[in-house]
C-alpha cells in the first residue's frame, strides 16, 4: 500500500492531468481525499484539474468546429445524447456549459455538439474557463471536506466487498435510466 501512495505521490499528478482531460471527476476525487490524508497537495490538485478539463474542452469544441465529418462518425451511436445536448441547449442556453460538467454521460458531447453548431468560440473559450474553475473548485474542495467519509467508505467496502458492485450497478442503472428518460422521442 505504501508503494501506492509513493507512486501517486510522484505521479498523481499526471493521471489526475490525463484523467481531467477528458472528465476526471473521480480523479479530482481521489486526489481531494490523497490531499486530505496528506499525499497530494490541493492547490496543485484543483489547478491540474482545471488547467486539463479546460484544455480538454476547448479540444472537444474545436474537433466539433473543424472536424465534422469525423465526429459525426463517433456520434452516429449516440444520436439520442446528442438530441438532449441539442436540447439542453435551447432550453438552458449557455448554462448548459456548467451543468455538462457535472453530468456524466453529456460531459464530453456538450462541448462536441456546441462545436456543430455556430456558437461563439469566444463565448465558449470564457464561459469554459469559469466553468472548469468552478468545478475543480467545487469537487476538489468538496472532496477534501468529505475526506475522512470517503476514507471510511473506502474502509467498509474493503471489509465487505460485495457492497462495491451494489453501489456501482446501482450507480450505474440511475445514470442509465436517467439517459433512457431524457432521451425518449
Known sequence: MEDILTNLETYGYIVLFLYSFGGGFVALVGAGVLSYTGH??????I????VANFLGDVMLFYMGRYNKKQVMAYLHKHKRKLALSHILMKKHGSWVVFLQKYVYGIKTLIPLAIGLTKYDLKKFIILNFFASALWALSI???SYMAGEVIKSAYETIAERPYIAPLVLFSIIG???WYLSA????
Open 182 to 185: 431524457k432521451t425518449k422521442r
Open 140 to 142: 476538489g474542495a468538496a
Open 40 to 45: 497530494m497537495d490541493l492547490t496543485s490538485s
Open 47 to 50: 489547478l491540474v484539474a482545471f
Open 174 to 176: 440511475g445514470v442509465w
